[in-house]
């Protein structure tokens, strides 16, 4: 049997916890980094992956061997693999509760698109676990500055407001829940 790197081999026991189709992609990015360990897309999509099965630490380890390989090949300027890296990133630093390194990600990744709805949410995301509840209202009202259709943007706003005893704005968010799961 051929030697698999530590980073392949240590994945394979999650594979037991996913869905049909996890296993399925699971088996593709292990295939795919076993076959080019060098291909960032690869680890990338397998991280973000881990991140799906809240295995926060091998996600790390995935995202940073992309990072790793997009330094070292000064392949930087690649916008959309950058971005995606540095979100995926810093979703795992939050739920490691590694929140300046989850900044830092975020505000990297706002340079490649400034007006990215899944970045804003996770800098809202980063600072209601922070407590920053007013800043994370202003980054969901960007997001809906945006998209006023995007309902988890209402209901995450919503509970926020709620949170701040604001019953008043939390109701007008909620009510705008409604207004649009009528329209869908």
Not at 22 to 39: A, F, G, I, R, W
Not at 150 to 163: P, Q, S, V
């Amino acid at each position: 049997m051929e030697k698999q790197p530590a980073e392949i081999a240590d994945l394979e026991d999650i594979t037991a916890f996913l869905s049909e189709e996890n296993k399925v992609k699971m088996e593709k990015y292990h295939q795919l980094v076993s076959q080019n360990p060098s291909d960032a897309e690869a680890w990338i999509s397998l991280g973000m992956l881990l991140i799906q099965t809240r295995n926060y630490n091998k996600s790390l380890e995935c995202l940073n061997k992309a990072l790793n390989i997009i330094t070292s090949e000064k392949k930087e300027g690649n916008i959309p693999k950058n971005l995606m890296l540095q979100n995926a990133l810093a979703v795992t630093y939050i739920q490691l509760g590694e929140y300046s390194k989850a900044q830092e990600c975020l505000e990297k990744a706002l340079t490649f698109d400034g007006a990215n709805k899944d970045v804003l949410n996770n800098f809202a995301i980063l600072f209601t676990r922070i407590g920053k509840a007013r800043e994370a209202i202003d980054y969901f009202l960007k997001i809906l500055e945006m998209d006023d259709t995007d309902i988890h943007t209402w209901e995450n706003l919503a509970e926020l407001y709620r949170l701040l005893g604001e019953y008043d704005e939390s109701l007008k968010c909620k009510m705008r829940v409604l207004e649009l799961s009528d329209v869908k």
